[in-house]
């Protein structure tokens, strides 16, 4: 039960940021790249939580897996604006999502065992879900730079792979 709140919580804090950007101007590139960056750093910071806390294999794993392929990605981004020379810009769905994040951390933090395991992958699904639909309907479409738009897409597919990795693991540990 606890999870699924969890998990509602996010989705709607994510939602939320999605639809600032929405109601305003399509974002810029440089708020793309805080706002991409700033997903890939909060899911990073989630797997270390989970490797940390976590004894269930399967979700150590997956976590691993997380942190490999969101610093490999977020590097890229950063390697992409130092040779653009564009300066990632903080916007209201980047902050938003940090509040979010921090606030599922310290959700996640009071949980041990299976809830915690429980709870740390159901949000996975549902943040990956999420960034997904972002990255399909608002930050790819909007991108304007070229090599950032193939880098969102390039992105994109590694994280529906995520996103399909965590439904597995989710319904392993049910």
Known sequence: MLSRITTAVAVSFLLGSVCLVQ???KPTDPQIAHIAYTAGAIDIEAAQQAIAKSKNKDVVAFAKDMVRDHEAVNKQALDLVKKLKVTPEDNDT???LTTAATAERNKLGKLDGEAFDKAYVENEVAYH???NGALETLLIPSANNSELKSLLETGLKIFQGHQQHAEHVAAELK
């Open 94 to 96: 980047s902050r938003t």
């Open 129 to 131: 879900k999420q960034v």
């Open 23 to 25: 109601a305003a101007d």
